[in-house]
C-alpha cells in the first residue's frame, strides 16, 4: 500500500464570475472569504472575449437568457470581464488583507496581462488545456505555479498535457485538478477515484494533485483531501440565488467556512499513533482496562 504523504490542505475560493460585474461585490467576496471563510486564496476569471469567441458565438442570445447580462453571449460576457486594472487593484487589495490572489485565464492575451501582475498562481480551466499557445507562452515566461484543471479531458489528453511541461522542465511548478465538468455536478459524476490515479501517475513529477469540485456540500472536497489532494477549489459566492450561471454550483460562506474548518481538523487526524498508547489514552487506560490477574 502506497502511504500518502499528507500536505496541508489549501482552499481555493473560486469567485469566477460571481462578483457580478461589480468590483465592490468582488471585495466583499475576498473579504468574506478571508476574514470569515478562513480560505487561502481566491481566484478570478480573466477572458478575451473577441479572441476566445468567434462572431457567431459572440454575436448569438446567451443559452440561458434568464442569467444574461447582455442581449448576445458576448456583451454577457463582456458585462463580467474587469479588464487588467482592475484586476491590478483586486490583487493589491487581497495582499492588504492577506489572501492569495489568483485568475483563471482563457486566452493567450488575458494570460500575457494577468501574468504582467506576477500572482503565486494561473490557473488553466478545463476548457484551455489543450490551448498549447497559451500554455507555451506561460511556460518561457511565467515562472510562478501554473494549475491545470482536467475536467472534459481524455487520460491520453492528460498525458499529453503533462509531458508538455516535463519537455519544457516546467512540471515541478505544475499543479493538477481532478475535475467534472458540469455546473452541478452529480455524485455519481464526481469520479473522486480518479485522483488515485493521477497520484500514482504523476505525484512524483508534478507539484500537487488538487480538486476542483462543482457538486453540492462539502463531504465530498473531504474525502477529496482524504485520497490525497491537497489543494481544493470551489466556487463561492454570497448568494446562491444570485443571477448567473455558476452560483448553483457555489458554496456561501457558511459552506467555505465549514470547508475550511473540517479540513483542517481531517489534516490534524490523518497520522499514526507516535506510541501504542497515547498520554490522553493512559488516563483512561489507568482508569478503564481491565486488569488481567
Given at each position: 500500500?502506497?502511504?500518502?504523504?499528507?500536505?496541508?490542505?489549501?482552499?481555493?475560493?473560486?469567485?469566477?464570475?460571481?462578483?457580478?460585474?461589480?468590483?465592490?461585490?468582488?471585495?466583499?467576496?475576498?473579504?468574506?472569504?478571508?476574514?470569515?471563510?478562513?480560505?487561502?486564496?481566491?481566484?478570478?476569471?480573466?477572458?478575451?472575449?473577441?479572441?476566445?469567441?468567434?462572431?457567431?458565438?459572440?454575436?448569438?442570445?446567451?443559452?440561458?437568457?434568464?442569467?444574461?447580462?447582455?442581449?448576445?453571449?458576448?456583451?454577457?460576457?463582456?458585462?463580467?470581464?474587469?479588464?487588467?486594472?482592475?484586476?491590478?487593484?483586486?490583487?493589491?487589495?487581497?495582499?492588504?488583507?492577506?489572501?492569495?490572489?489568483?485568475?483563471?485565464?482563457?486566452?493567450?492575451?488575458?494570460?500575457?496581462?494577468?501574468?504582467?501582475?506576477?500572482?503565486?498562481?494561473?490557473?488553466?480551466?478545463?476548457?484551455?488545456?489543450?490551448?498549447?499557445?497559451?500554455?507555451?507562452?506561460?511556460?518561457?515566461?511565467?515562472?510562478?505555479?501554473?494549475?491545470?484543471?482536467?475536467?472534459?479531458?481524455?487520460?491520453?489528453?492528460?498525458?499529453?498535457?503533462?509531458?508538455?511541461?516535463?519537455?519544457r522542465k516546467r512540471n515541478q511548478d505544475l499543479v493538477?485538478?481532478?475535475?467534472?465538468?458540469?455546473?452541478?455536478?452529480?455524485?455519481a459524476d464526481v469520479c473522486l477515484l480518479d485522483i488515485?490515479?493521477?497520484?500514482?501517475?504523476?505525484?512524483?513529477?508534478?507539484?500537487?494533485?488538487?480538486?476542483?469540485?462543482h457538486h453540492l456540500g462539502i463531504a465530498v472536497d473531504?474525502?477529496?483531501?482524504?485520497?490525497?489532494?491537497?489543494?481544493?477549489?470551489?466556487?463561492?459566492?454570497?448568494?446562491?440565488?444570485?443571477?448567473?450561471?455558476?452560483?448553483?454550483?457555489?458554496?456561501?460562506?457558511?459552506?467555505?467556512?465549514?470547508?475550511?474548518?473540517?479540513?483542517?481538523?481531517?489534516?490534524?487526524?490523518?497520522?499514526?499513533?507516535?506510541?501504542?498508547?497515547?498520554?490522553?489514552?493512559?488516563?483512561?487506560?489507568?482508569?478503564?482496562?481491565?486488569?488481567?490477574?
Amino acid at each position: 500500500m502506497k502511504i500518502i504523504n499528507y500536505k496541508k490542505p489549501f482552499v481555493i475560493a473560486e469567485i469566477g464570475c460571481n462578483h457580478k460585474g461589480d468590483i465592490e461585490i468582488a471585495k466583499e467576496l475576498v473579504k468574506v472569504a478571508k476574514i470569515f471563510c478562513n480560505a487561502d486564496a481566491v481566484k478570478f476569471q480573466k477572458r478575451n472575449n473577441k479572441e476566445l469567441l468567434t462572431e457567431d458565438q459572440y454575436k448569438a442570445p446567451h443559452p440561458n437568457p434568464v442569467n444574461s447580462y447582455g442581449d448576445t453571449y458576448g456583451s454577457h460576457r463582456e458585462f463580467l470581464e474587469f479588464d487588467i486594472e482592475q484586476h491590478r487593484t483586486l490583487k493589491a487589495y487581497c495582499e492588504e488583507i492577506g489572501i492569495v490572489y489568483s485568475t483563471s485565464v482563457w486566452d493567450t492575451t488575458s494570460a500575457k496581462e494577468i501574468a504582467s501582475l506576477n500572482p503565486d498562481f494561473i490557473k488553466i480551466p478545463s476548457a484551455c488545456n489543450n490551448h498549447f499557445e497559451m500554455l507555451e507562452w506561460l511556460c518561457k515566461n511565467y515562472f510562478g505555479e501554473i494549475h491545470i484543471s482536467t475536467g472534459m479531458t481524455s487520460k491520453d489528453e492528460i498525458e499529453t498535457l503533462i509531458n508538455f511541461f516535463v519537455e519544457r522542465k516546467r512540471n515541478q511548478d505544475l499543479v493538477v485538478y481532478n475535475c467534472t465538468s458540469g455546473y452541478p455536478v452529480p455524485f455519481a459524476d464526481v469520479c473522486l477515484l480518479d485522483i488515485t490515479l493521477l497520484i500514482n501517475k504523476y505525484s512524483d513529477i508534478v507539484k500537487h494533485i488538487g480538486f476542483s469540485g462543482h457538486h453540492l456540500g462539502i463531504a465530498v472536497d473531504i474525502a477529496a483531501y482524504t485520497l490525497g489532494a491537497n489543494i481544493i477549489e470551489r466556487h463561492y459566492t454570497i448568494d446562491r440565488t444570485w443571477k448567473g450561471t455558476d452560483h448553483a454550483a457555489s458554496l456561501e460562506p457558511m459552506g467555505l467556512r465549514k470547508l475550511s474548518r473540517d479540513l483542517k481538523a481531517v489534516n490534524q487526524a490523518l497520522s499514526f499513533k507516535q506510541k501504542d498508547i497515547l498520554e490522553i489514552e493512559q488516563v483512561q487506560r489507568d482508569k478503564l482496562k481491565y486488569r488481567t490477574k
